[in-house]
Nanobody
Framework: QVQLVESGGGLVQAGGSLRLSCGAY????????VAWFRQVSGKEREFVAA????????EEADSVSGRFSISRDNAKNTVYLQMNSLKVEDTAVYYC???????????????????WGRGTTVTVSS
């Protein structure tokens, strides 16, 4: 089992940058694949990016490709989401999630993830 805690959200102007962190606690968190999702009130949770436990494979949503990047530091049990060139439409609550399996064809499905953090809010102003 693993517990996840997000941090790094805040208010930023369009075009700016933020780096989100997802701290993982518990038994061998480095064995888990981790993803970032985001959700706007009233809408479904949207996949943003995911990274294999080893860091050797990443997947990114088309909407953020080239602007966001996911990485991890297993020595620190932390996964990062670097967000550059932020747009107003990136405004959302961002969640990290973890799973023991990494199946690329299903990596964007929230149902694949057993563990979730409570989220951190990102607000991008125009």
């Amino acid at each position: 089992q693993v517990q996840l805690v997000e941090s790094g959200g805040g208010l930023v102007q369009a075009g700016g940058s933020l780096r989100l962190s997802c701290g993982a606690y518990g038994r061998t968190p480095s064995l888990y694949a981790v993803a970032w999702f985001r959700q706007v009130s009233g809408k479904e949770r949207e996949f943003v990016a995911a990274i294999r436990s080893s860091g050797s494979h990443v997947e990114e949503a088309d909407s953020v490709s080239g602007r966001f990047s996911i990485s991890r530091d297993n020595a620190k049990n932390t996964v990062y989401l670097q967000m550059n060139s932020l747009k107003v439409e990136d405004t959302a609550v961002y969640y990290c999630a973890a799973t023991r399996t990494f199946v690329p064809v299903r990596i964007a499905d929230p149902g694949e993830y057993a563990y979730w953090g409570r989220g951190t809010t990102v607000t991008v102003s125009s």
